[in-house]
């Protein structure tokens, strides 16, 4: 399996940006997430989806959605109301072993990461 993400960029407070996370060989028994790394901070949770559902960490919840597309074999984060404490690296990754893990460890396989900026 292994994961490409894309779609970050600069934007100003506010506003939205979908990250895109495409994968190959994936099939149905993994869970994908998306987390995201600020400078000088540990690598943290954003949101999980699996099939059925998504989950997702306070600070974003009501303002992010992750959902995955089967035919294309992708899963999305949509961010919308951006804010600057959002600034960071975003990260997909994929797990066999753990549903909607949050935890960085619970995840073996790691797109390369795309940086989202949020101006003030």
């Known amino acids: 399996v292994q994961l490409q993400a894309s779609g970050g960029g600069l934007v100003q407070a506010g506003g939205s940006l979908r990250l895109s996370c495409a994968a190959s060989g994936l099939s149905s028994r993994y869970t994908v997430a998306w987390f995201r790394q600020a400078p000088g901070k540990e690598r943290e949770f954003v949101a999980t989806t699996d099939w059925i559902a998504a989950r997702y960490t306070d600070s974003v919840k009501g303002r992010f959605t992750c959902s995955r597309d089967t035919v294309k074999n992708t899963v999305y984060l949509q961010m919308n109301s951006l804010k600057p404490e959002d600034t960071a690296v975003y990260y997909c990754?994929?797990?066999?072993?753990?549903?909607?893990?949050?935890?960085?460890?619970?995840?073996?396989?790691w797109g390369q990461g795309t940086l989202v900026t949020v101006s003030s």
């Open positions: 990754a994929a797990s066999r072993r753990v549903l909607h893990g949050t935890s960085p460890l619970d995840y073996d396989i």
